[in-house]
């Protein structure tokens, strides 16, 4: 055993593990949650360099599932029908369309004086324009680390001015769940996989689930008040199966796995990114130092977090109880004190 693999043995076998904190890198989550024998730990690494907004995943999500639809209603903004994550919609898709290259570059290119009669006559005529080839940069032309003749990921049809982020946002599964903790019935609880999990038949309907979520992923439907988000589909990992979201994705946009081995597969991949050109690349959820102590469904973005409508530096709600109730305590000491002092008699 290399003392590596020694030290993180010892850190898995110490208290650390074992007690459910509230804050802070927590190295088994399952164990914290009282499953001595547990698998490792599960979750999804969602590339939304490779997402093609094709809505696969949103649809095995609501089959397999049974979610109900969301009213199919478009934003006005995008081609986005489902506008948010809820109770009623476990994935969402968003789309993102933005003035700039993919490899973040100003392009300098405006579209005032552009005649598109003539542009369209014009497609498929050259190698900027869609058509055969189009994608296809000639040998000694493609960008610093894009293979020559193959497509690059820095102007992928030989254009620079416009680039469309789509990405599959869902439940974080956060290793300090904000809203387990303040559940008072039970009815979100831990699985062994490290998910974490809603039992809609034991939910009251009292809504702190709502509030306590960071990234604002839980929701009560309107017709019955119970809270209800993704479950990771708990049900078929059960049984070996892979989430039906992950199942259905047509590119690998949304990778299932052990969480450890999904970060060290993101990482790779920024890098390889990186290299490409596309220095905007970076990972989402995926630092066990954060304010949720990592998330057990983390993403690679090409952007900020705010354009993908994501908190740039998210805080389990539970963080501050320890030091709320320290100073509810002294606030209580003190009023005590001030009303015992009221009834001393002062010396006449």
């Not at 009282?34 to 360099?49: E, I, L, N, V």
């Not at 109880?321 to 008699?345: D, G, Q, T, Y």
């Amino acid at each position: 055993m290399t003392d590596d693999t020694a030290a993180r043995a010892a850190r898995e076998d110490g208290p650390a593990s074992r007690e459910n904190l509230l804050t802070g890198p927590q190295p088994d989550v399952a164990r914290a949650a009282g499953y001595a024998d547990a698998p490792p730990r599960m979750g999804f690494f969602t590339d939304t360099s490779v997402c093609i907004g094709c809505k696969a995943c949103e649809v095995a999500c609501k089959e397999w599932n049974a979610v109900p639809e969301d009213g199919l209603e478009l934003t006005g903004m995008s081609y986005d029908n489902t506008q948010r994550l809820g109770a009623d919609t476990w994935r969402h898709v968003a789309f993102i369309e933005q003035r700039k290259p993919f490899g973040g570059q100003e392009p300098g290119v405006g579209h005032e004086d552009v005649d598109v009669f003539a542009a369209a006559s014009a497609l498929g005529t050259g190698p900027a324009s869609p058509g055969p080839g189009a994608t296809t940069p000639p040998p000694g032309a493609a960008p610093a680390g894009a293979p020559a003749g193959e497509i690059s990921p820095v102007s992928p049809d030989g254009r620079t001015e416009l680039r469309w982020l789509m990405a599959s946002d869902v439940c974080k599964h956060c290793t300090h769940a904000a809203c387990l903790d303040v559940c008072p019935t039970g009815s979100l609880f831990r699985t062994e996989f490290g998910t974490v999990v809603v039992q809609e038949d034991i939910c009251n309907g009292c809504g702190y689930c709502v509030p306590a979520c960071p990234y604002g992923v839980i929701d009560q439907r309107q017709d019955d008040g119970r809270a209800w988000k993704c479950t990771l589909c708990y049900d078929r990992l059960g049984v070996g199966m892979k989430p039906a979201c992950a199942k259905s994705c047509p590119t690998d946009s949304i990778q299932f796995g052990p969480l450890d081995e999904l970060r060290d597969r993101a990482a790779a991949r920024v890098a390889q990114l990186h290299a490409a050109g596309v220095t905007d690349a970076r990972l989402y959820g995926e630092d066990p130092g954060d304010g949720v102590g990592g998330d057990g469904a983390f993403f690679l973005l090409l952007d900020e977090p705010e354009v993908y409508g994501l908190p740039p530096d998210p805080v389990v709600t539970t963080r501050d109880l320890p030091a709320m109730w320290r100073h509810a305590a002294a606030a209580a000491v003190s009023l005590a004190a001030l009303a015992a002092a009221s009834f001393v008699r002062r010396p006449r």
